[in-house]
């Protein structure tokens, strides 16, 4: 019986059991067996493999067309011009197969205002031989990856336009009541934590 309730402790995730049996010497080869066997891994990035194109947008209705009537398009994308973050103005854009993958946002960086944080995240995801998709590329993956946007709120930070005056917005990829929606975020806005980046590998 003792086993038993050792290793329904286990199931739990009762580690501090554990280090108090192994202190006192009672040692229950049981309860270290199931705490073994219900460890949670950390599941494996996942980087998924697409072809991109680069090709210039074709503006709003030819985009929401591409999201087969879902949801809605952004009038950010009706032709204007996009401005690349210092950290993406030399990237290949030579149209073929490219890796991105969507990341957690890392806590140091999380409840800062996207302009606070710019810089320092894409030094952050360099140093990991990635970088912030940009705006066409962030367009080919939603249209490849469409279940992934309903899931999470995913940002692109390789580039930006500007909507009215002075503020500046970034791509999100993001779902709504009624679909999906290609969408924008002020630079002025917060990096919250539910949120995901897309990056690319370099």
Known sequence: MEDRNMAQKASVGQVAELVNMCA???YDAEFVQALI?????KPREQIYRLHVSYAKLPGVLALEEKFSGEGS??????????????????????P??????????????????IKDVWNELAAYFDKKGERFAIETETVEFADARP????????????S???RGVDCRFVTVLRAGDHGRLLDGRRVTDVLYGHSRLLLVRM
């Open 24 to 26: 006192n010497g009672t």
């Open 37 to 41: 066997e219900r460890r949670v891994e």
């Open 73 to 94: 398009v952004s009038i950010l994308f009706d032709g204007r011009e996009w401005e690349r973050h210092s950290s993406c103005i030399s990237i290949d854009a030579t």
């Open 96 to 113: 073929g197969e490219r890796d991105f993958r969507v990341a957690e946002i890392p806590a140091e960086f999380r409840n800062h205002r």
């Open 147 to 158: 279940e992934l946007q309903r899931n999470n709120r995913i940002l692109a930070l390789g």
């Open 160 to 162: 930006s336009a500007l």
